[in-house]
């Protein structure tokens, strides 16, 4: 997670940012927050009917296609690979696979 956390009220509803990653400079992913399949609100929602959300909570949403193993054949990530996350208006996350 990072490299920021960003309080809701920075950004509008719906979501309309720019999410990308990149594997060794490679663009892998390019999408964008609108093509959710569900909206933030929704997920909220539907988390709510069976969990009590917390303040700090996280939730994951899952990731635009691109992924390693969708490629013929599939790139998976091995050691020394660089990976990049980028979401617009937060920044960009950098790990090194170990």
Excluded: A, W
Excluded at 58 to 74: A, K, L, R
């Amino acid at each position: 997670m990072g490299p920021y956390l960003v309080h809701k009220s920075v950004f509008d509803l719906p979501l309309e940012l720019d999410v990308k990653s990149f594997v060794n400079g490679e663009l892998r992913q390019n999408s964008n927050t609108k093509h959710m399949i569900f909206s933030i609100p929704r997920i909220i929602s539907e988390l709510s009917q069976s969990l009590t959300l917390m303040p700090g909570d996280v939730i994951s949403t899952g990731t635009p296609e691109g992924v390693g193993m969708g490629f013929n054949p599939p790139k998976y990530l091995k050691r020394g690979d660089v990976v990049e996350c980028y979401v617009e208006g937060i920044g960009t996350l950098r790990n090194v696979v170990r």
